[in-house]
């Protein structure tokens, strides 16, 4: 059997407001600076108190099993003048909100605020005190789920706000790519058994969401049914809509704020596929979606894919392409390598290969140090260049938190997005790290004007050139074709 809410706790240690329930110290004596014990809550002289009257209800004869309207609590009543409110002022803020489930009719309208969810004394779950009990069919293991999913699903009381398969990745600890890596994050995360834990803990729903206030930046926005969210609101911890929430754990990222990438300066009418503008969705949400992204979706896009074979680069190509937002800045040339190209690291070369596979050696990431990705479209140790090897879309120079100037911008070979390795070689790095002594060839033969056969001529006659490449490894390179004609 569950104690319910815990005795014995200093105030002081709990992050809770100080209030002025009656606090006592080992041998029953009150003090501010001491601890909550039963008879801090409860009165055991006292049954009840009518507010209406002013006056104090005695307690019963018989038997008689006690409300959150007396059972010898110093306060009583169901709205935020309760009991909890005076310790839990931030979670007491939800009165009125869709959240208050008191406002519903059925179960749940002669029950207090806080009781709906939670119980003080013997919970059905020791965690958050939780008392509302699971739905058949909610079969979640991480418990923080559970919770959200027993009322955000078709068949209960917010099915039309049930989040579907293509979300924002949760129950996952928080890793950059290939789990080398902990991101930084002040949002809370929580064991599979419901405890906070920003060591060990995983992204689940309270990470991003604080399921008892409405609007992150104000107490009295409640919201309201039938009002639906949007990115400066929804229960978020941060707003969403100046991009801070997802910054929050993607904090390189912020240095797209204010680039030819953030379209609040640069295209404040384009809507993305909510029908939202870059004011709206914010400069995250202009390109993402952290909800019921469309199930041929990549990196939850929210934009309306641009064509083109390649998915990866249709992403690119839904703003770089005519008659969209940066048709300006188009490229001649789609690939830097011919999409049934992939390539082969062999020591610091690079060998061009008509085969269906890009293989490295140096486990996580090529050589160069570029990210590869797969015919699925997901970073990996074999796969294949695409527009955002060599680019970085959220990065516009060599510095990762710096962000732009808010203007229109000229760039160069020290920035323009690209993945630039060493910042102080910049007009050297991104080349070299692939073509390495090759690279003044190699940058003559791609960039000066030249039909696609001779340059096809060209990069042949500089393969046969390589002299350092292990005979045994017996590749006929004269057969490869580098571009199509």
């Known amino acids: 059997m569950s104690t319910g809410h815990k005795v014995n706790i200093e105030m002081e240690n709990t992050g809770l407001v100080k209030n002025k329930l009656p606090l006592y110290d080992f041998f029953g004596k009150k003090g501010k600076d001491n601890k909550v014990l039963c008879s801090t809550c409860h009165d055991p002289h006292t049954w009840g108190w009518n507010p209406t009257t002013a006056s104090f209800v005695p307690a019963p004869y018989d038997d008689v099993e006690g409300t959150t309207q007396n059972s010898f609590l110093r306060r009583t009543g169901k709205s935020t003048d309760n009991l909890c409110s005076i310790c839990h002022k931030n979670e007491?803020?939800?009165?009125?909100?869709?959240?208050?489930?008191?406002?519903?009719?059925?179960?749940?309208?002669?029950?207090?605020?806080?009781?709906?969810?939670?119980?003080?004394?013997?919970?059905?779950?020791?965690?958050?005190?939780?008392?509302?009990?699971?739905?058949?069919?909610?079969?979640?293991?991480?418990?923080?789920?559970?919770?959200?999913?027993?009322?955000?699903?078709?068949?209960?009381?917010?099915?039309?706000?049930?989040?579907?398969?293509?979300?924002?990745?949760?129950?996952?600890?928080?890793?950059?790519?290939?789990?080398?890596?902990?991101?930084?994050?002040?949002?809370?995360?929580?064991?599979?058994?419901?405890?906070?834990?920003?060591?060990?803990?995983?992204?689940?729903?309270?990470?991003?969401?604080?399921?008892?206030?409405?609007?992150?930046?104000?107490?009295?926005?409640?919201g309201g049914f039938g009002i639906e969210g949007e990115t400066s609101n929804s229960f978020l911890r941060v707003s969403a809509n100046d991009g801070y929430l997802c910054t929050n754990c993607h904090e390189k990222k912020i240095s797209l704020f204010n680039t030819e990438h953030d379209l609040r300066d640069n295209a404040p009418f384009e809507?993305?596929?909510?029908?939202?503008?870059?004011?709206?969705?914010?400069?995250?949400?202009?390109?993402?979606?952290?909800?019921?992204?469309?199930?041929?979706?990549?990196?939850?896009?929210?934009?309306?894919?641009?064509?083109?074979?390649n998915k990866l680069t249709a992403l690119c190509k839904s703003c770089h392409a005519d008659g969209k937002c940066a048709e300006a800045k188009q490229t001649e040339l789609n690939y830097h390598i011919p999409q049934d190209h992939t390539i082969i690291t062999y020591g610091k070369q690079l060998i061009f290969m008509n085969i269906q596979q890009f293989t490295n050696t140096s486990g996580i990431l090529s050589e160069t140090n570029l990210p590869l990705y797969s015919s699925a479209n997901e970073e990996a140790r074999e796969g294949f260049l695409q527009c955002i090897s060599c680019h970085d879309p959220h990065k516009w120079s060599a510095n990762p938190y710096m962000t732009g100037t808010g203007k229109p911008e000229e760039g160069d070979i020290s920035n323009s997005f690209l993945r630039l390795q060493i910042p102080e070689q910049a007009s050297k790095t991104l080349c070299v790290s692939c073509h390495a002594n090759r690279t003044p060839a190699k940058y003559e033969q791609f960039h000066l004007p030249k039909p696609a056969s001779e340059i096809a001529e060209d990069a042949a006659e500089d393969y046969d050139s390589y002299d350092d490449y292990d005979e045994d490894y017996d590749y006929d390179y004269d057969t490869y074709d580098y571009y199509d004609e």
């Open 92 to 222: 007491s803020i939800m009165e009125g909100t869709v959240h208050d489930l008191g406002l519903r009719k059925g179960e749940n309208k002669d029950r207090g605020l806080c009781e709906i969810c939670h119980s003080v004394h013997n919970p059905k779950y020791d965690v958050l005190l939780w008392d509302y009990a699971f739905k058949e069919g909610n079969d979640e293991t991480v418990f923080a789920q559970r919770i959200c999913f027993n009322c955000h699903n078709k068949k209960k009381l917010f099915g039309t706000e049930k989040k579907k398969r293509y979300n924002h990745p949760i129950n996952q600890k928080v890793t950059t790519t290939f789990g080398k890596e902990k991101v930084r994050t002040t949002l809370p995360l929580y064991t599979d058994a419901g405890e906070k834990d920003n060591v060990s803990g995983k992204i689940v729903c309270f990470t991003c969401h604080d399921i008892h206030r409405w609007n992150p930046k104000s107490v009295t926005k409640k």
């Open 271 to 309: 809507e993305n596929l909510k029908g939202l503008i870059p004011e709206e969705s914010g400069p995250c949400g202009v390109c993402h979606v952290s909800h019921n992204a469309s199930k041929e979706s990549v990196f939850l896009w929210n934009r309306r894919f641009g064509k083109d074979v």
